[in-house]
C-alpha cells in the first residue's frame, strides 16, 4: 500500500509521528510538507526531536488567508496524486492543509482517511471547524479519538466508514514523558520552579487577530500572581507588535515570553506546571493527560471531556474567570479518556484494511 500524507503545521507533525514510523515499517508513505507552518520552530523542529521522516515533497505554501492558501494547495496537490498515484491519502485534524489534502484526493477519486475526525466545537466561526467538518464529510475512512467523536459523526450521517482508534497524541506525549522528565533546562530558562508557575500558549485568529480582543489577551495572561510562561507563536508575536502591546504583556517581569519550543521542552514545561492558560486543541488535551488543570481562553472547545471531567474551565478571554478557575479544586478522578497510546498501530491497520 502507498499512502500520501499531507501535513502542515505545528500540530501535524506532532501527530505524524505517531503513525509515520509505524505506517512505514509496513508501507510505503509519502510525506507532503504543504508549508503552511514554515517557521523552523513550528515544523523542522519535531523533525529532529520525534522522528517525524523528512517530507519527500516541501510545497513552501505558506501566508495568505485561509481561502487563497487552501487554492494554492489544492492547485499544487491535484498535479502531485496524479503523479504520485497513492492508494490513500491520509490527514490530520483541521487545518487548510487537511482540508485540501482531502478535496484534492477526492477529486482524484483516491480514497481519504481523516485522522481527528469527529471531534466538533459547533463554532463555524472557527475556519477549524470548518476544514475538520468538511473533512469528515469527504472522506472514506475517519479515524475518531473519542466516543464523542464517533457519536457526532454517527448524528451527521457521514458517508464514509467510521473508526474508534483513540487519541494519536497519546502515544506522543506517552513516548515523550520520560525524556521530558529528566529535562530540568527550559525551567532554568524561564527561571521558575516546579509547580510555581503557569504555562501559556495563544494563537487562535479569534484572539489575536483582533486589536481589541489581543487588549484582552495581554490582560489575562498578566491576571495570575504566578510568572506566567508563555512560548511565543509568531502569528501572536508578529500581532502584538503591531499593536505596540509586547511591552505591555511583559511590564514587570511577570510574563516570561519564550521563543515557540520543541515538543519535549514544551512537555518538560507542561507537565511541571501549576496550570495551563491556552487556547490551542492540542494542549488542552496534553495538560489533562498530565495531570496538569487547564484554562481554555475560549468560549467553546472540541475536547469537551476535559471540560465534563472537570480538568478544564473555559473562560474565554476573562479575566476574573480564569482567576476563578485556577484557583478551584481539581477533581479527585481524571479517567482514560483518549485512549492507551497505541492509536498509531490502530490508524495502520483501518488503513490496510481500507486499501483492500
Ligand atoms: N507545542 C510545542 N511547542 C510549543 C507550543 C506547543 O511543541 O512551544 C506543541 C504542543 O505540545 C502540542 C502542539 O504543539 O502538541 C499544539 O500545537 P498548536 O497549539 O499550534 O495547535 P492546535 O493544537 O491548537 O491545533
Not at 509496513?26 to 523552523?40: F, M, R
Not at 508575536?237 to 515570553?257: H, I, N, Q, S
Request: with cysteine; glycine share 10%; proline share 6%.
Amino acid at each position: 500500500m502507498k499512502v500520501l500524507t499531507v501535513i502542515g503545521n505545528r500540530p501535524q507533525f506532532v501527530k505524524a509521528a505517531a503513525v509515520s514510523g509505524v505506517l512505514r515499517a509496513a508501507h510505503e508513505e509519502v510525506l507532503v510538507h504543504t508549508g503552511q507552518h514554515y517557521d523552523d520552530e513550528l515544523s523542522t523542529v519535531f523533525v529532529q526531536e520525534l522522528g517525524v521522516p523528512r517530507p519527500e515533497h516541501e510545497l513552501g505554501i505558506g501566508g495568505g488567508s485561509n481561502t487563497e492558501q487552501t487554492a494554492r494547495m489544492l492547485a499544487e496537490l491535484g498535479p502531485l496524486l496524479g503523479r504520485e498515484r497513492p492508494d490513500v491519502l491520509l490527514v490530520y485534524g483541521d487545518t487548510n492543509s487537511t482540508l485540501a489534502g482531502g478535496l484534492a484526493a477526492a477529486q482524484a477519486r483516491v480514497p481519504v482517511a481523516h485522522v481527528e475526525a469527529g471531534m466538533r466545537s459547533f463554532d463555524r466561526a472557527m475556519p477549524e471547524e470548518l476544514n475538520r467538518v468538511l473533512t469528515d464529510h469527504l472522506s472514506d475512512l475517519l479515524l475518531c479519538p473519542t466516543p464523542v467523536a464517533v457519536e457526532n459523526l454517527e448524528r451527521e450521517h457521514v458517508a464514509g466508514r467510521v473508526e474508534l482508534v483513540g487519541d494519536v497524541m497519546v502515544d506522543v506525549a506517552e513516548l515523550v514523558r520520560p525524556r521530558a522528565a529528566g529535562d530540568d533546562g527550559p525551567l532554568r530558562e524561564a527561571g521558575v520552579e516546579p509547580g510555581g508557575y503557569l504555562l501559556a500558549t495563544a494563537h487562535r485568529a479569534g484572539n489575536v487577530d483582533d486589536p481589541a480582543r489581543l487588549a484582552r489577551l495581554v490582560e489575562v495572561l498578566r491576571a495570575p500572581e504566578l510568572p506566567v510562561v508563555l512560548p511565543l507563536h509568531p502569528r501572536t508575536r508578529a500581532r502584538l507588535e503591531a499593536a505596540g502591546l509586547l511591552g505591555a504583556l511583559t511590564d514587570g517581569g511577570r510574563v516570561r515570553v519564550l521563543p515557540p519550543l520543541g515538543y519535549v521542552a514544551f512537555t518538560a514545561l507542561l507537565t511541571r506546571a501549576a496550570g495551563v492558560l491556552t487556547d490551542s486543541g492540542g494542549v488542552q488535551k496534553e495538560a489533562y493527560l498530565a495531570g496538569v488543570r487547564c484554562v481554555t481562553l475560549r468560549d467553546s472547545t472540541e475536547w469537551v471531556e476535559t471540560v465534563d471531567a472537570g480538568w478544564n474551565t473555559l473562560v474565554d478571554l476573562d479575566a476574573e474567570r480564569a482567576l476563578a478557575a485556577l484557583a478551584a479544586p481539581l477533581p479527585a478522578a481524571r479517567p482514560d479518556l483518549y485512549g492507551d497510546g497505541r492509536a498509531g498501530a490502530r490508524v495502520v491497520a483501518a488503513l490496510g484494511a481500507l486499501a483492500g
